[in-house]
């Protein structure tokens, strides 16, 4: 109950920042965007992982208005840098299924490209299996309102939960990210690097492209490469950064 109130205080009193996690073209190893990852600046305890907050968000609701901040902030930021001069980069948003039940999505997406001249094809939402699970046809029409809107959506997490594959033909994603659970024992574990392979290929031939999260090692990254992976992301390449390290790096990987 003190977290609910101190979490509905916590946007007013700007204590949310966002965090941004390098993805990178595998191949060339320059900066293909961001994902962004809130975090909590709890004037007592510190940085507090989304871990800790986001389901307390989710169940009260106040997710719906975190998530807009979190949009709203990750759109002002991005065009900020390509004001700044830096290469074209795309920035993928997590967002919760209780968001996506909520009518004014669209709008809200629509609203702040406009507002801050961004290409809808730079913005990403980064959604769960279990939203695509749980998504009546309310959901796949939202998603697919956005989706024409040229915003991109990228499928988290990818194999972990009850995965269908019908999920990857019915819905407009975009891009798969293959699950850290998988990457973590490439190229050494036989069938974890076979999966990896699979899901690879399977999501080319029907023309998506891969993200693979949770690269820590060099043998992964040659690994991804070598097979076609499009894009990397994991603390081998970087730690989530501030919004001012994610800068400087992205012009390190221009
Ligand atoms: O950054 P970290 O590893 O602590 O993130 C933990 C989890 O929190 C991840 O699953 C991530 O998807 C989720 N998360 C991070 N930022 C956001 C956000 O802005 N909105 C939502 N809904 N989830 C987030
Ligand atoms: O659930 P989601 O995939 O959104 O989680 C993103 C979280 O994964 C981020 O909070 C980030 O801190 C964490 N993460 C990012 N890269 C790595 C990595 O290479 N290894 C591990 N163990 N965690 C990572
Ligand atoms: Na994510
Ligand atoms: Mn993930």
């Known amino acids: 109950v003190q977290l609910e109130a101190e979490l509905r205080s916590a946007i007013e009193l700007q204590q949310f920042v966002l965090y941004y996690q390098p993805i990178i073209h595998a191949a060339s190893g320059t900066v293909a965007g961001a994902e962004a990852l809130i975090r909590w600046r709890h004037p007592e305890r510190g940085i507090v992982a989304p871990g800790e ?21 990750a759109v002002r930021q991005s065009r900020q840098w390509r004001s700044q001069g830096l290469p074209l980069l795309r920035i993928a948003v997590n967002v919760s299924g209780v968001q996506f039940r909520e009518a004014g999505l669209v709008g809200l997406v629509t609203r702040l490209c406009g507002e801050h001249g961004l290409e809808h094809s730079e913005l990403i939402l980064e959604i769960t299996e279990s939203v695509l699970m749980q998504s009546s046809d309310l959901t796949e029409v939202r998603m697919r309102e956005i989706s024409a809107l040229g915003v991109g959506y990228s499928l988290d997490d990818f194999g ?14 975009d891009v798969v990210k293959i699950d850290r659970s998988f990457v973590n024992d490439c190229p050494d574990d036989r069938n974890d690097t076979l999966l990896v392979e699979a899901i690879i290929n399977m999501a080319h031939s029907l023309g998506l492209r891969v993200t693979a999260e949770g690269v820590e090692t060099e043998a992964q990254h040659d690994f991804l490469r070598a097979r076609g992976c499009d894009y990397v992301q994991g603390f081998l390449i970087s730690r989530p950064l501030t919004a001012d390290d994610f800068e400087a790096f992205a012009r390190r990987h221009a």
Do not use: H
Request: hydrophobic share 45%; charged share 15%; aromatic share 14%.
């Open 53 to 73: 907050f986001i389901p307390v968000a989710e169940d009260t609701g106040l997710i719906v208005a975190i998530g807009e901040w979190v949009l709203c902030e």
């Open 160 to 173: 972990t939960g009850y995965s269908s594959l019908s999920y990857l033909k019915r819905f407009p994603v």
